[in-house]
């Protein structure tokens, strides 16, 4: 029944000058995630507001779902745009509106006025006094509730008019790539994707790294990454997929290193892999699911033996987060049922019954050490088979 919708945009809004790019981004993005929808859809701005307009048919509820996924969006509101044609007139939208909203439905209301044209003939407090008693009036199933009403029967008086009462909430956050881009490292666990859609959140676009172990991981345990980057990527825009072949390193590692370090010293490869890749296609930092004292390689600690060897930043948006409120963020994004899958991550196959704890840098620079006759080689062979994948969202 709506043909349009304002796009509520929170935080962009203060950007100043930049304002318009960011707003061009959101626009672009709104329009990237409508082009699967059923529809024909019409974008536009005007002065601080956005709109889609549907033309014809549409699927409503994929719109909505589509438009609710776009960083930088605070709120879409279904909303009817009249032309000024008196006030009478806008009176009998208003009360149209609400009957065909929420037919005889008790609820109370307040109204909520505004005027980004001031040459309307009434100021927006003459209005909220008004429109409210015409309301009163023509529907007996609505009661005036000024403090905490079910709803705000918003009215903006700009070239056009604006009517509209629901509020459906976006998910806030930055247009992506409002603010550059990073590598995530991306596992089939249930920490990285979150942590990838968290940053993306602030406008950062991503690209990904997946180490895995042939024979030792499977086929499916790559898919299971894909998959979860494609579900990421609903929200982030298309990711490239780093997909390293890391198992002669492990097992050189393996053979070589004390098996108490190898969680650590592995995860050292995999960040300077992973770092190398970020520089060649202009990343500005690493992102992990890390999350302080989790597992073993995630003390303060070991830690800080991984921070050891990145120059890049690296981004670690879980770093206070409990497990139990990530798996909620991950069951909001969709990740959850896909990371919970049972395949083996390339971590999990070469690990030491008592790994250490609270790793010392030195012990492991040296511990590293036993690896320089090969190592270089190694990591050579490893980015240049690499596999690079473009997933789309799915
Ligand atoms: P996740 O649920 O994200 O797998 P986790 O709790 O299993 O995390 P670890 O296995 O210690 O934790 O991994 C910590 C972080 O290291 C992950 O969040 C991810 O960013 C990175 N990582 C781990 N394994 C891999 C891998 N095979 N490929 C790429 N990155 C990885
Ligand atoms: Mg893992």
């Not at 976006?170 to 991306?186: F, Q």
């Not at 990145?310 to 409120?325: A, H, M, N």
Request: hydrophobic content about 40%; proline content about 5%; glycine content about 6%.
């Amino acid at each position: 029944m709506y043909q349009s919708f304002l796009i509520k945009y929170g935080e962009i809004a203060i950007k100043g000058k930049n304002r318009h790019l960011f707003e061009d981004a959101l626009v672009s993005h709104l329009v990237h995630a409508l082009k699967p929808v059923e529809g024909e859809f019409d974008i536009w701005k005007e002065q601080g507001r956005i709109y889609v307009d549907a033309k014809g048919d549409y699927d409503y509820d994929h719109a909505i779902s589509a438009m609710t996924k776009v960083f930088g969006v605070v709120g879409v509101c279904p909303m009817v745009q009249v032309e000024d044609e008196g006030y009478e007139k806008l009176v009998e939208e208003v009360v149209k509106h609400l009957k065909e909203t929420y037919g005889d439905k008790e609820k109370t209301f307040k109204v909520m006025a505004r005027r980004a044209r001031k040459n309307y003939p009434m100021n927006s407090t003459e209005i909220n006094m008004d429109m409210g008693e015409k309301i009163l009036d023509a529907c007996p199933n609505m009661k005036v509730d000024v403090h905490n009403p079910d709803l705000y029967v918003n009215i903006e008086i700009r070239q056009k008019i604006n009517i509209y009462t629901e509020i459906i909430p976006g998910p806030g956050g930055m247009p992506v790539g409002s603010n550059g881009k990073a590598m995530l490292l991306l596992s089939g666990g249930i920490d990285s994707p979150v942590a990838g859609y968290m940053i993306a959140k602030r406008g950062v676009s991503l690209e990904a790294t997946y180490f895995h172990a042939p024979p030792y991981t499977s086929e499916r345990a790559k898919q299971k990454v894909v998959d979860l980057a494609a579900i990421v990527a609903r929200y982030s825009g298309p990711i490239t997929l780093n997909v390293v072949n890391f198992t002669d390193i492990q097992l050189e590692i393996y053979q070589k290193c004390p098996h108490d370090e190898l969680t650590i010293i592995m995860r050292r490869y995999m960040m300077k892999i992973a770092e190398h890749f970020a520089k060649e296609s202009n990343c500005l930092g690493l992102i992990t699911g890390e999350s302080i004292g989790q597992v073993a390689s995630q003390t303060m600690q070991s830690l800080a033996a991984t921070n050891d060897v990145c120059t890049l930043p690296v981004y670690r948006p879980l770093i206070g987060f409990d497990k139990q409120e990530i798996v909620e963020v991950s069951e909001k994004i969709d990740t959850y049922e896909t990371s919970i899958l049972p395949f083996e991550d390339c971590c999990t196959i070469f690990v030491a019954k008592h790994p250490v704890t609270k790793p010392n840098i030195n012990v492991i620079r040296r511990s590293e050490l036993k690896l320089q006759d090969t190592i270089d080689d190694l990591v050579k062979t490893a980015i240049e088979t690499t596999e690079r994948i473009v997933v789309e969202a799915k």
